[in-house]
């Protein structure tokens, strides 16, 4: 392919010798054809891709004409044009830049390697720093509860009413916490087998000689809390069954793990 | 041609179908790469459509008009990407290998009209074609890059494309 500049004395000597123009004209036809055979059918969606961005064209017809370079004559890619440029200006510019960001980079680098001890100091502090946060939280919350239990039992309305295990299973032991004015009841576990997973102990209030349901409580980590139970005004002893999750309406009495009277 | 001024969409699908396949086999040849080609050829098209007014019939066939943005657009993505290559050909003017990577020529059995015809060209006459207008390298540049004098290259090139006239014409 021709330079800009033949390309310039090309198409001045075409308007003035039709010869040329000729000649010139077979040969672009010649290299037509030669395009025309290496033709390549392509995919069929890029025609319909191609009208539906035209149908989104707006209003073309008024539209300024973008000035586009592609629709000029023939391109060369020129390497010549590097070269025009002073190569000593180059590469005294260069050797410049070089030596100035070696010197930079033995700066930044040793600065980098300083910052780089200082973030991971940070770092490991700010690591340690929440692992100390999230333990405070939590004894917060512990001592939370705890306060909370101490001042359900030192509060001398509440009747302390421990339920040892009964005859078959004699190892365990419950307390219950009962305020016969507020009815409010709170239940200790001292120390009861781990039940399966489809199971859960519930506690029962006897009133009158009839069981009443207190509601179901959890092991566990739970179980070294007090848990607030359901409220009763009248009750004369309490007992804890071993019932399927979710507890029972009557009590289960072979699973009768511990049972204890209120005292008085 | 009254139609395609007024942008008569009929006539511009029929434009497409007659010129798609020669504007994609170009690009695909610029490019080397198959998988651009079609978004390039979507934009070649859209450039035609919206430049239709500025086509000049005294100055040349709408076919050569086509083509030449086809071949300029692909082109310049060309040149957009293949810094590094020629970076490489300046630097390596002897490697050979890198010499057949950059003028890569598609396979051949691809092409909708390839015939016997082209094969009468030398592998070495269609390569002088290939680089001058695929990949719009100059006289010069083709001389560095197949490392030949540059009056050998005028002179094959000139015998190339008068053989490729010869074939033609029969």
């Known amino acids: ?264 | 041609m009254q139609g395609l001024k007024a942008r008569d969409q009929k006539i511009f699908s029929y434009l497409y179908d007659q010129y798609s396949p020669a504007l994609y086999g170009v690009i695909v040849k610029v490019l080397n790469d198959d998988s651009s080609a079609g978004d390039v050829l979507q934009d070649v098209f859209m450039k035609i459509w919206r430049h239709l007014d500025r086509y000049d019939e005294t100055k040349g066939r709408l076919f050569t008009w086509m083509l030449n943005i086809a071949r300029n657009t692909a082109i310049d993505i060309l040149r957009s990407k293949s810094h590094k290559m020629e970076q490489k050909i300046r630097n390596m003017p002897d490697d050979v290998h890198v010499v057949d990577s950059l003028i890569a020529v598609q396979p051949s059995t691809d092409y909708l009209g390839f015939s016997r015809i082209l094969e009468k060209l030398t592998k070495e006459q269609r390569t002088l074609i290939d680089l001058a207008y695929y990949k719009g390298c100059t006289q010069e540049e083709i001389a560095r890059v197949m490392d030949i004098p540059l009056g050998t290259v005028k002179t094959r090139m000139r015998n190339a494309i008068n053989q490729l006239r010869t074939i033609l014409n029969k």
Request: proline share 6%; net charge negative.
């Open chain 1, 1 to 264: 392919m021709a330079s800009d500049e033949e390309i310039r004395e090309l198409e001045a000597a075409m308007a003035q010798y039709s010869a040329v123009a000729e000649e010139v004209e077979a040969y672009r036809r010649s290299m037509e054809e030669y395009i025309r055979l290496q033709g390549k059918n392509p995919e069929t969606d890029i025609k319909t891709r191609l009208f539906t961005q035209i149908n989104n064209e707006p209003n073309l017809q008024e539209g300024e004409p973008v000035p586009d370079q592609d629709l000029q004559q023939p391109k060369v890619v020129s390497m010549q044009e590097t070269k025009s440029l002073s190569w000593k200006w180059l590469a005294t510019a260069a050797a410049v830049l070089l030596v100035g960001s070696l010197v930079l980079n033995y700066v930044f680098f040793n600065r980098y390697k300083e910052f780089k001890e200082y973030k991971d100091k940070y770092q490991s502090l700010l690591v340690s720093q929440n692992s100390i946060l999230s333990k405070s939280n939590l004894y917060k919350t512990r001592l939370e509860q705890m306060q909370e239990s101490m001042e359900i039992i030192q509060d001398p309305k509440v009747l302390k009413v421990p339920m040892p295990g009964t005859k078959a299973f004699p190892e365990a032991l419950a307390t219950v916490f009962w305020n016969p004015q507020s009815q409010e009841v709170y239940l200790k576990v001292n120390k009861l087998p781990e039940p399966t997973a489809d199971k859960q102990y519930q506690l029962w209030a006897i009133v009158d000689g009839k069981p009443v349901d207190m509601g179901v409580f959890e092991m566990g980590d739970t179980a070294s809390l007090l848990q607030k139970m359901k409220v009763t005004g009248k009750a004369q002893m309490f007992a804890v069954t071993l019932e399927k999750k979710g507890g029972a309406l009557q009590p289960t009495m072979e699973q009768m793990y511990v049972a204890g009277k209120i005292p008085g």
